[in-house]
């Protein structure tokens, strides 16, 4: 006993050294990017008719009251405009555009080590979403959101390494002005993180406006062209199988100011989108193939993502349910489909149904965030802070579902099996001859970083630190990081005067 004291404790301060030590983006055991795709909900078959069915329905349904701008680009590319007023699309046209489409499509930050190449399985995490509450953990209570609490997001965002975009993920109930509430939007997200922000616009003319806002933060419309950090967030349908006609217009003007396009259809199963999850994924795929070709007749080759995100609904009550396990499946089903494609998508996930963080809120979003990853979805939308069947949102939750997601993406990354993982050597000197155990060895010391990954905000102490440490609570834990984030101005904030160039243009409603 007196000699194996002494070699656990050297090993505990080993591994402390180790641990304190900055480790570097190779050496992590997760980042942004890694390869899903294992988990296939699918079968070939199932896929095929999926499929298949999708073209069915494009060609014997198609979507109605596309704008005349938007009629005029697809007969252009070979849709047909029906007596109905319908706009059908033949197989051959769909499937010539997929065999055109982009399959590797780059959204760039305003800080290049923050670009996410979107190709085969990559996986990368993110915001989203237009939540009117924000959750008050502390008096357990929602009030409406503001530009502020906007800002604050895309700060905390900003410093968490697991986020890897920001798109919108709450509307700003302080501005009434529709063009004023589109463009403080904008200006919150970018001036809260350097990586990539994704945001809506309600109308063609707001898009416009947004576009000049881009080019002064940018440095110029060139250089915005070059590197376009901000994508546009699309509902360019409004299920059942019609497109959103001023959505439409918004879409055309962004591909024509060169911002990339998530291509997004939220049906809700049961209600907008049949009821079965198989059907769910038809009618969304069909939508987004729709609106490939759309994309592709107003600029071929524009980058644009696959957005299939349907929801489920409780059917016995009609309520959404963001958090259930038929979400999780609906999203993970379509992200085979994107795999099946070879396009670059994304869906929903990371939903809870739970109004506040607690253990709801926890196993809902890892059953989903997880089946989202391990099913190589490029785009994770809505992984983190979502509460409440997405009306509510809550900073505490987005910090610690920091961590959540690095449990998830430790899960995409797998198992990795060759000879210095399968550790024979390893064994075999410490059985022989060795000390018994494996604390502190070379081999433990130099894979601690590189193979496990470690909670920032939840804590692993026994009950006895526990006890010792005034038995911490992990969202008031969660509020200190927020505050202690949050007492810090944004590193993103923009150079002044870019920022008073902008200020003169616009109505700002944040503080300089």
Known sequence: MNQIAPRRSGGRAARRAVRSAPVSDAMRAIRPGMEGGRYTPLTPAEVERIHQTALDALEQIGLADAPPSGVAYLTAAGAIEGEDGRIRFPRA?????????????????????????????????????????????????????????????ARICDVLDNIHFVQRPMVCRDIADNMEMDLNTLYACCAGTTKHV????????????????????????????????????NCFVVPPMKFATESCEVMEECILGGMP???????????????????????????CLAGLVYVNAVK????????????????????????????????????QMHRFYDLPGGAAAGITDA????MQAGWEQMCSNVMAGLSGLNMVYEAAGMHAS?????????????????????????????????????????CMGGPGHYLGTAQTLARMESDYQYPKTANRMSPKQWVEMDKPD????????????????????????????IRAAFRIHLPV
Request: hydrophobic residues 45%.
């Open 93 to 153: 046209l769909i499937e010539d555009t997929i065999a055109r489409a982009n399959r590797s499509v780059t959204l760039m930050g305003r800080d290049p080590r923050h670009d996410m190449q979107l190709s085969g399985t990559r996986v990368h995490y993110g915001t989203a979403g237009a939540a009117v509450n924000l959750v008050d953990v502390d008096g357990r209570n929602y009030r409406d959101c503001t530009v502020q609490d906007l800002h604050d997001a």
């Open 390 to 430: 997405l009306l509510g949102f809550c900073l505490e939750s987005l910090i610690l579902g920091d961590d959540l997601i690095g449990h998830a993406q430790r899960c995409v990354r797998g198992i990795e099996v060759d000879d210095e993982t399968l550790a024979l050597e390893q064994i075999r000197q410490v």
């Open 198 to 233: 994704g945001v809506s616009f309600t109308e063609r003319a707001f898009a416009r406006k947004g576009m000049e806002m881009l080019h002064l933060i940018a440095g110029g419309e060139a250089a915005w062209r070059e590197r376009p950090f901000v994508s546009n967030s």
């Open 474 to 501: 992990l969202n008031a834990a969660a509020t200190a990081r927020k505050e202690a984030i949050l007492s810090q101005r944004s590193a993103a904030r923009f150079a002044p005067d870019v920022d008073a160039a």
């Open 300 to 335: 071929p080759g524009h980058p644009a993502i696959f957005g299939t995100w349907p929801f489920g609904l409780d059917l016995r009550t009609g309520a959404m349910t963001g958090g259930s396990g038929e979400q999780a499946l609906l999203t993970a089903g379509c992200a």
């Open 355 to 358: 109004k506040l963080p607690d």
């Open 261 to 287: 396009i998530l291509l997004l259809s939220a049906g809700m199963a049961g209600a907008t989108a049949p009821s079965t999850i198989a059907g769910a994924i038809v009618q969304a795929t069909a939508e």
